[in-house]
């Protein structure tokens, strides 16, 4: 058995054996913290990653504290048990499920674009300005999961709330680290007495994620000393057919025989993306996208410092093609022929010579809705498998994709 292949057993043995109580980070008495004056607030909950919700206990309720980082306005909450809920984001969905609580969940927006197959009861209550106010009443819910993106008014919400309905805007879609992200789980679990159950999964996701992130390093520190023992060979190769002494030294050493620098173990480079309305959008490196990317052995061409998304030329995206092992999540394109068709100067990339472009679509519905920004957000765990088994095949040998497919 290989090395990788051993870890991987042992990974297994690992995550089946998660801790359960003893490691659980739902507490029932937390100390006081900063931010909270009333001496008798403790924390239920104080999130690990998850910088936009934490669940405390004042005066007998159970509260939840819930952070807007873009406007900066902080809302509480007193929870009551929820029974009946409508979800206005796919994504709330996946975490009722990870709680067994799909069948509260009464209404949605957008069903086709929904993945989960398990709502079937749910009724469609439309979508942002096209909500059907009636539906929304008649179904009688105790709480509205809802959203709100940056820069865009959200009026509809305002409208929910004259009509008397509990509206409570979830923001794990704004936390930048994926587990950030799959933490919001706990605070979903909140509206239905199960923090405890959702920190034990939570806490099984969380070592997954990094029991992956350990055998990512490992194959990048494997594939590079693979590559370097190839080049010395070469190098020795070439040298002992010379018949005149090279100046450049044996490898590993400079010209003078000094040591050389230890340097970091290199990454595969990774395109992004594909042109959205002729606009190419490249994630910053403080995104969940690009943290997810590097924790799989990646390095995303052309990502700037901070959390941002900044905007390329299609030229620009061309001279990172030609340097990209491997592309990812080329936007609606299903097949390589598709991508040329775009633009065939792509053609002239190693990756698409390589076969080496891999799209996030593979579970999606028949309107296109996409279960990697589904259930995704609940299991970064499983994404990150994924780009491992692409950027280093041999380290999850007979990997079973969740979200990838490879173009054809």
């Known amino acids: 058995m290989t090395i990788m292949g051993t870890f991987v057993v042992v990974f297994t043995i690992a995550f089946q054996s998660c801790p359960g109580k003893q490691l659980r980070r ?8 900063s931010g909270f004056s009333d001496s008798t607030t403790n924390y239920l909950y104080d999130p690990l990653y998850a910088n936009n919700f934490c669940i405390i206990r004042r005066d007998g309720e159970k509260v939840i504290y819930l952070k807007n980082p873009v406007t900066g306005v902080e809302t509480q909450q007193v929870i009551k048990k929820a029974n009946r809920v409508v979800c206005l984001s796919s994504t709330h969905i996946a975490y009722l499920d990870a709680l067994n609580e799909t069948g509260s969940i009464v209404g949605v927006s957008g069903l086709p674009y929904v993945y989960n197959k398990r709502k079937l009861k749910a009724i469609d209550v439309g979508y ?16 509205v999961f809802a959203y709100s993106i940056p820069g865009q008014t959200a009026e509809y919400l305002d409208k929910i709330r004259q009509l008397g309905l509990n509206v409570v805007e979830m923001t794990e879609h704004m936390e930048n680290h994926p587990l950030g992200k799959a933490e919001f789980l706990v605070a979903f679990a909140a509206f239905f007495n199960k923090e405890e159950m959702a920190a034990e999964i939570f806490t099984c996701i969380d070592q997954a994620y990094e029991h992956f992130c350990t055998l990512a390093k490992q194959a990048a520190c494997l594939e590079h000393k693979s590559l370097t023992a190839t080049a010395t060979t070469t190098t020795n190769t070439n040298t002992n057919t010379n018949t005149a002494p090279t100046t450049s030294g044996t490898p590993g050493t400079t010209p003078n025989g000094s040591a050389r620098k230890k340097q970091e173990v290199p990454r595969v480079k990774v395109l ?10 490249i994630p910053g490196q403080e995104s969940h996208q690009n943290i997810l990317i590097e924790d799989a052995g990646g390095l995303l061409l052309g990502s700037k410092p901070g959390n941002k998304t900044t905007v390329i030329s299609t030229e620009q995206a061309y001279l990172y093609a030609l340097e990209a092992d491997y592309w990812i999540h080329p936007n609606q394109y299903t097949q390589l022929s598709e991508l040329l068709h775009a633009d065939p100067r792509f053609a002239d990339s190693p990756a698409l010579a390589n076969e080496r472009i891999w799209n996030n679509n ?3 519905t028949p309107a296109h ?12 765990h499983l994404i990150l498998a994924d780009l491992i088994a ?19």
């Open 128 to 143: 942002e300005s096209s909500i059907d106010y009636e539906t929304l009443l008649q179904l009688n819910p105790d709480v």
């Open 369 to 380: 809705g996409s279960d990697y920004f589904e259930s995704g957000a609940v299991n970064p």
């Open 362 to 364: 593979l579970r999606t």
């Open 390 to 408: 692409i950027f280093y095949p041999d380290a999850l040998p007979n990997h079973k994709f969740t979200y990838y497919r490879q173009l054809k």
């Open 26 to 33: 739902f507490k029932t008495s937390y100390p006081d913290q």
């Open 272 to 281: 992004i993306n594909a042109p959205y309305k002729d606009i190419w959008y």
